[in-house]
C-alpha cells in the first residue's frame, strides 16, 4: 500500500509541529520537524560567531553538520554531531538566528537534499514553511496551519515557559511579528500557502479537532491511491 508524503505549513505559533507530530503518530508515519534543522544550524552559527550572511562561513557549517533524529522515551529528539540538541534550539536567540540563516540559499540548498531523502519513500509528515511549494511540490497531501498572532502569541509564550525559559509576552509578540515579516517577503522560497494546500485555522479549534480534519483528509486521498 502506497504511503503519502504530507507536508505542514504555516507561520510560527500556528500549531504545526504537535498536528505534525500527532498525525505521524495516527497514521504511523514518521514526523520530520524540519524547522529544527533550521534551528540546528542556526544554533551552529551562533555558537561558532558566524553571521548569519557569511555564507562561506554557513558553507562550512553545513558540511561539518551531521543531523539525524532520535525517538528517545516517545519523542523525537534531535542531534548534531552526536549531540542531543533538542533544548538549545529552542531558544528565542536561535529562532530569529534561523529565520535569517533560511533565507541563505547556501543553506536552504543543503536542507534541500537532506529533506528530500528523508521523504523518498513515502510514510512521512513534514511540517516547516516551505514544504508544500518548495521542497515537496509534489507532496500527496499539504495542510496549511494558521491562526491569528494573538492565539499564536500565546501558544509560543506558553510553550516556552513550559520549557522552563524565561520569556516575556511583549517580546514574543515582537518575536512573531518580526518572523511572520521575515518569513513572508524573504526573496527565496518566502512563507505562502501552497495552491493545492488545505488551509486549516486553528485559531478557534483544539489540536484534536485539527487532527481529526487532517486524518479524514489523509483517509481520503489513500483511498483513491
Known amino acids: ?118 521523504g523518498k519513500n513515502g510514510g512521512v509528515v513534514f511540517e516547516g514553511r516551505d514544504m508544500g511549494t518548495v521542497v515537496f511540490p509534489e507532496a500527496d497531501l499539504k495542510f496549511y496551519l494558521d491562526a491569528n498572532p494573538q492565539i499564536r502569541t500565546i501558544r509560543r509564550y506558553r510553550e516556552l515557559v513550559a520549557k522552563g525559559l524565561r520569556v516575556s509576552l511583549n517580546q514574543i509578540a515582537q518575536d512573531i511579528r518580526k518572523r511572520d515579516e521575515n518569513d513572508s517577503h524573504r526573496r527565496l522560497a518566502p512563507l505562502r500557502q501552497p495552491r493545492d494546500a488545505i488551509r486549516i485555522d486553528s485559531s478557534h479549534l483544539t489540536m484534536e479537532e485539527v487532527i481529526r480534519i487532517m486524518l479524514e483528509k489523509a483517509k481520503a486521498r489513500l483511498s483513491i491511491i
Open 1 to 118: 500500500m502506497k504511503q503519502l508524503v504530507i507536508t505542514i505549513d504555516g507561520p510560527s505559533g500556528a500549531g504545526k509541529s504537535t498536528a505534525a507530530r500527532l498525525l505521524a503518530e495516527r497514521l504511523d508515519y514518521t514526523y520530520v520537524d524540519t524547522g529544527a534543522l533550521y534551528r540546528a544550524v542556526a544554533l551552529a552559527a551562533r555558537d561558532k560567531g558566524c553571521p548569519p550572511d557569511d555564507d562561506a562561513g554557513l558553507h562550512e557549517i553545513c558540511l561539518n553538520l551531521n543531523l539525524t533524529f532520535k525517538r528517545m522515551g516517545g519523542e523525537l529528539r534531535i542531534h548534531a554531531n552526536g549531540n542531543d540538541i533538542s533544548q538549545r534550539i529552542r531558544d528565542p536567540e536561535v529562532s530569529m538566528i534561523a529565520s535569517a540563516v533560511s533565507a541563505r540559499p547556501v543553506v536552504r540548498k543543503h536542507l534541500l537534499g537532506v529533506q528530500r531523502a528523508m
